[in-house]
């Protein structure tokens, strides 16, 4: 898979990139991630990128030109993929969304910035718009980092234990959240691991597992219904 990402701030994804998993998984050319400055597209002495919207109001937006730019400059090099735009107002990111995208063989994640993008960028690239929640962000490369890691945790060698990610919370057919796990030591300030779990008896665990996760699946259902 290859994802590019279109930003104002490339140098937040420095880190993130070289990090241990998605490192590797680069290195091993399982991957293929590109951070390109929106900047670079800018014209004149300042580069401007933004302005103030009409009409009145706070803060500032993505002016269409180098960001429309940017976006075909990108797609023109390495073919047009599936364009994302990182914003509030987008559907709300989910497993069944990071299975969708992991799914397709290009990506392209715009981030914005300040307070938005002006409207006709949508209109002349209809992106994918994707939130990650329903809260406010200064910007779409936090969210653009949450996408790049669950979508590459997804491909096939990247995590290097494939049944991890069908285990994974979210994941299956019935969505289920992962219940309780365990390692050593059996007994921890008086806490022991469920018998269930030492018995060898796979049979019965697969079953416990089950029924554990369906009782947490209800309780965080029961919670997020409270909160609302
Ligand atoms: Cl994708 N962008 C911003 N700025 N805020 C967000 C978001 C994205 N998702 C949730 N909040």
Not at 40 to 49: W, Y
Not at 140 to 162: F, K, T, Y
Not at 168 to 180: K, N
Request: net charge negative.
């Amino acid at each position: 898979m290859r994802i590019d990402i279109l930003t104002l701030f490339p140098e937040m994804f420095t880190s993130f990139l070289d990090g241990s998993l998605l490192g590797a998984a680069r290195a091993a050319g399982l991957i293929d991630i590109r951070v390109t400055d929106i900047r670079d597209f800018a014209e004149g002495v300042h580069r401007q990128v933004d302005d103030r919207p009409f009409g009145g109001g706070p803060g500032m937006l993505l002016m269409p030109g180098p960001v429309v730019d940017c976006v075909e400059g990108v797609q023109r090099q390495a073919g047009a993929g599936h364009l994302v735009m990182l914003t509030p107002g987008g559907r709300r990111l989910d497993q069944s969304i990071v299975e969708e995208l992991s799914r397709k063989e290009r990506i392209v994640l715009l981030c914005g910035r300040y307070e938005g993008f002006d409207e006709r960028i949508k209109e002349i690239l209809s992106p994918d718009e994707i939130s990650i929640g329903d809260y406010v962000l200064s910007g779409g490369e936090v969210a653009a980092m949450v996408i790049v890691d669950a979508v590459s945790r997804l491909l096939p060698g990247v995590l290097g234990h494939e049944e991890s990610a069908r285990q994974d919370s979210f994941s299956g057919a019935e969505r289920l959240v992962e219940g309780p796990q365990y390692t050593r030591p059996r007994e921890y300030r008086g806490l022991h691991v469920p018998d269930v779990l030492l018995s060898g008896d796979h049979k019965r665990i697969a079953a416990w597992r089950h029924e554990r996760a369906v009782d947490a699946t209800r309780r965080r259902t029961l919670q997020t219904t409270i909160n609302k």
